[in-house]
């Protein structure tokens, strides 16, 4: 295909339209406007739906709805409607309900910098709702790879049978680059997996050999019960301690048996490193400059590009090179991820922090002097 100039938040639509998406609810809230926009024509050339809903409750809700009816549904939000959809979110994570949440931040708390970027969401997307559950949130650092994980993030929701987050920032959304889209026939498009029995046998939430179980569409002839209290694998409600116990295990270990392909990242002049900068978004773009402008010095510096946020990819840490002794985590927030690096490195790397909390990105000179800082210690 030709190449276009594409905004993160377009190509996030082009890549939820790749991606087999046909119902999107939402409400309008900077800077993921743009998504919604593009969206609200292009949905019903396609045979999809948009709807324009009250609030980001009703619209994660919607989305919840016509997941269940058999469409592979997304909304997009910032900050305050991403506090809003909690708790709907915690109700898709136990029905197992697949959709994906777009979150293009801001700076916060509250209603903050509406147009200026943060990272401040990360802890959020994971344990934003409450209760003990499984999340995957994907981030991408450039306007190609919004697509790509726009489409990864859909397959994943459908091939999990849950709710999935795509983390975005600001810089991000709203950054235009030169992109040459896949031919549609190369993209890989996973479907949900759906029952063949007769419907008096169909169990809703029975234990599968991949923890998935199979979700028919109402309106198919399967009539199951759906709740968001724990439930055994007809859907109704229980306090048994071995459904409860059972129940929320499986919910664990089907994300656990896929560690292998949801745990996405990447490095970047890591074979020699002796200190690595830990990134993701937009910083890592900052950070791939740093790589670059430190190996010019003579310095051994090497990139660790995270596009999985959670579940934690704690094997791209620990899979680190012996010779490296430093880590630099620079992030558009007070250190969210940085505690986990400092968790997974189990006291084996020196890591640094570098924060922005300003509405401004971080630049590859401050990362770069946050290094050099911790070496003089």
């Known amino acids: 295909m030709e190449a276009k100039l594409l905004m993160g938040n377009e190509a996030c639509a082009e ?7 046909r119902f999107y609810g939402g409400y309008p809230i900077t800077p993921s406007n743009e ?24 619209s994660m809700a919607a989305i919840i709805g016509a997941s269940i009816a058999g469409l592979k549904s997304m909304t997009a ?3 305050p ?47 934003g709702t409450h209760g003990d559950h499984p999340s995957i949130v994907l981030c991408p650092s450039s306007v190609r790879e919004v697509f790509d994980l726009t489409v990864t993030a859909v397959n994943f929701s459908e091939k999990y049978r849950m709710p999935v987050i795509l983390l975005m920032d600001e810089v991000i959304g709203h950054l235009r680059e030169k992109v040459t889209l896949p031919q549609p026939e190369s993209i ?44 055994d694998s007809m859907g109704f409600p229980t306090t048994k301690k071995d459904e ?4 929320i295990q499986r919910l664990f270990r089907k994300i656990r048996q896929g560690f292998e392909e949801i745990m996405l990242y990447e490095t970047f002049l890591m074979e020699d490193a002796t200190a690595a900068i830990v990134a993701y978004g937009c910083t890592a773009r900052s ?19 995270l596009s ?58 401050e990362i770069i002097y946050g290094l050099k800082r911790r070496e003089r210690k």
């Open 15 to 21: 890549g939820a339209l790749a991606a087999g998406v």
């Open 35 to 58: 998504i919604g926009e593009i969206l609200s024509s292009r949905l019903p050339a396609v045979g999809g739906r948009f709807i324009q809903m009250e609030d980001e409750i009703g």
């Open 77 to 79: 939000t910032s900050g």
């Open 81 to 127: 409607g991403f506090s809003l959809m909690q708790e709907n979110l915690g109700f898709a994570a136990i029905a197992e309900v697949p959709c994906v949440v777009v979150n293009v931040m801001r700076a916060g708390p509250s209603t903050g910098m509406p147009t200026l970027p943060a990272q401040g969401d990360v802890m959020q997307a994971r344990w």
């Open 188 to 231: 890989q498009v996973v479907e949900r997996p759906r029952p063949d029995c007769p419907p008096e046998w169909y169990k809703p939430f029975e234990d599968t050999k991949t923890g998935v179980p199979s979700m028919a569409a109402f309106g198919d002839g399967y009539r199951y019960h759906i709740t968001g209290l724990t439930h």
């Open 244 to 247: 409860v116990e059972s129940l």
């Open 287 to 305: 950070a791939k400059s740093a790589v670059l402008m430190l190996r010019k010095e003579g310095m051994k510096v090497g990139l660790l590009k």
């Open 308 to 365: 999985t946020l959670w579940p934690f990819p704690r094997v791209a840490v620990e899979s680190l090179p012996e010779q490296v002794q430093e880590l630099v985590v620079p992030e558009m927030n007070m250190g969210q991820l940085y505690r986990e690096v400092v968790r997974v490195g189990h006291g084996r790397f020196r890591v640094k922090k570098v924060s922005r909390i300003d509405g401004e990105l971080i630049t590859p000179q």
